[in-house]
């Protein structure tokens, strides 16, 4: 705790800070916000870079259900891969809000090693307002997923292999989740109606590169933040990252129902994947 200082004092560590988070903000590599058919927030990618950790907190929002007899969906995650347009492989692992036609809220973690379905942890407890903090780390062919809530202390975590996992990029993402449909070797996918989560927040986000770890905006790499919209309507964007490159929110905006894609394998859209059980990501 601090102690008490002169005004003199804290004007001078306010200037500092001031400074030093400035600082920060000038070596940041941010790109212009782009869009998506499902995914809002930042994704971090750099030529060279390969990420073997990301881990992320956030508090699990209340969804605003209606019994207007539409089902909507969203998924919170942190991930590995799956951001270039090639990629065929993702790692991720965070949690579902989702409404069914009759208003009735669900909440449910999962993870999903695309290109294998998700797998629901159908015994993990979680409640809105519960925090949660998730983790993929991946070392060589094995990966390593875990998640905590930290209100009820309860844990979960399993270690995979898989042929060719992805590391070429980190996520933090509020999603819409997909359901897809494949067909020889083409794959048609809508991303569902974005569940009405107010706002998501995510913290001490942190990704490890090359066997550093820095926040979203280390100069080692560039974030990419992106927005989910079609048709000229925003459904969900994110906001600014914080000083300290380690947190931001992703605000709901609207329901839109969004086109559909295809695409072959590794060919599709940079978020093609969906991240719960309403999607098929293969």
């Given amino acids: 705790m601090l102690g008490r200082k002169t005004l003199a004092m804290l004007a001078m560590c306010v200037s500092v800070a001031a400074t030093a988070a400035v600082a920060n903000a000038a070596r940041a590599n941010i790109a212009d916000m782009t869009t998506s058919s499902n995914w809002a927030g930042y994704a971090v990618a750099a030529s060279g870079v390969s990420y073997t950790d990301v881990s992320g907190t956030w508090v699990v929002p209340a969804v605003k259900c209606t019994t207007s007899g539409a089902e909507t969906y969203s998924s919170l995650w942190v991930g590995i891969g799956g951001y270039d347009t090639a990629a065929a492989s993702l790692e991720q692992i965070g949690t579902d809000g989702n409404c069914d036609a009759n208003g009735n809220a ?3 973690a999962w993870y999903e090693l695309v290109p294998a379905p998700p797998v629901n942890l159908t015994s993990f407890a979680l409640s ?49 989740p997909a359901q897809c449909q494949s067909a020889a070797y083409l794959q048609t996918c809508s991303a569902l109606p974005l569940a009405n989560f107010g706002k998501a927040t995510f913290t001490k986000a942190s990704a490890t590169a090359n066997g550093v770890a820095g926040p979203i ?36 905006k609207s329901t839109v129902l969004q086109p559909s894609m295809s695409h072959g394998w590794g060919s599709g859209q940079p978020m093609p994947y969906p991240g719960d059980s309403f999607g098929y990501g293969y």
Avoid: Q
Avoid at 158 to 165: F, I, K
Avoid at 226 to 251: K, N
């Fill in 106 to 108: 669900a909440y449910t």
């Fill in 128 to 176: 809105p307002g519960d925090t949660v903090t998730a983790r993929v780390r991946v070392n060589g062919k094995r990966v390593t997923l875990s998640i905590a809530n930290v209100t009820t202390g309860e844990t979960f975590a399993r270690t995979l292999r898989m042929t060719s996992p992805d590391v070429s990029s980190a996520e933090w993402i509020a999603e819409a």
């Fill in 217 to 252: 905006t280390d100069p080692r790499w560039t974030a990419y933040p992106t927005r989910i919209a079609a048709g000229g309507l925003i459904s969900a964007t994110p906001r600014a990252i914080s000083a300290d490159g380690t947190s931001f929110a992703v605000a709901w």
